[in-house]
């Protein structure tokens, strides 16, 4: 896991999120949807791999889905190819999100940032109310 000063997440287990074509040559199009594996998340942007070859003009927007701790966040947006392996390719999606939603999907991004910090996770446990009486052990056995 990674933390930037610009909120970028990148995810120690990819999030599953959805993508179809909402739009081409400004004409609204349906399409049937695919699944993607995104794998750092921003606020107004996030990076996925697909073992799609997907067109990456500006005349395409694609609708975005994807859950984020029992969360269901839709955008649209362009993307860009970043990266091509053997059997996938990796895209930077730019999606425009609105005032709240983008504030929402960057509460989400550092709640999920907290989860993937194990060492954040020990520090909080160990101030854990309950957790005084553990290391207490009383013999009443006299």
Same mark, same amino acid.
Request: aromatic letters at 10%; proline letters at 4%.
């Given at each position: 896991?990674?933390?930037?000063?610009?909120?970028? /997440?990148s995810?120690?287990s990819?999030?599953? #999120?959805k /993508?179809?074509?909402?739009?081409?040559?400004?004409?609204?199009?349906?399409?049937?949807y695919?699944?993607?594996?995104?794998? !750092?998340l $921003?606020? =107004?942007?996030?990076? @996925? +791999?697909?073992?799609?070859?997907?067109?990456?003009?500006? !005349?395409?927007?694609? #609708? @975005?889905g994807?859950?984020?701790?029992?969360?269901?966040?839709?955008?649209? #947006?362009?993307? +860009?190819?970043?990266? !091509?392996?053997?059997?996938?390719?990796?895209?930077? =999606?730019?999606?425009?999100?609105?005032?709240? +939603? $983008?504030? +929402?999907?960057?509460? !989400?991004?550092?709640?999920? =940032?907290? /989860?993937?910090n194990?060492e954040?996770?020990?520090?909080?446990?160990s101030?854990?109310?309950?957790?005084?009486?553990?290391?207490?052990?009383?013999?009443?056995?006299?």
């Amino acid at each position: 896991m990674t933390m930037t000063k610009r909120s970028k /997440l990148s995810l120690v287990s990819p999030l599953q #999120g959805k /993508l179809t074509i909402v739009q081409i040559n400004k004409k609204p199009i349906h399409t049937k949807y695919a699944m993607i594996d995104i794998l !750092e998340l $921003e606020k =107004a942007q996030f990076t @996925f +791999e697909s073992p799609l070859n997907l067109p990456t003009d500006h !005349e395409v927007i694609y #609708g @975005f889905g994807f859950m984020v701790s029992n969360r269901m966040f839709h955008s649209v #947006g362009h993307i +860009e190819l970043v990266n !091509e392996k053997k059997d996938s390719y990796v895209y930077k =999606a730019a999606i425009q999100p609105n005032d709240y +939603e $983008e504030s +929402e999907i960057l509460y !989400e991004i550092n709640q999920l =940032a907290t /989860l993937q910090n194990k060492e954040f996770v020990k520090l909080t446990k160990s101030y854990d109310p309950d957790r005084i009486f553990d290391d207490v052990v009383v013999d009443y056995m006299c």
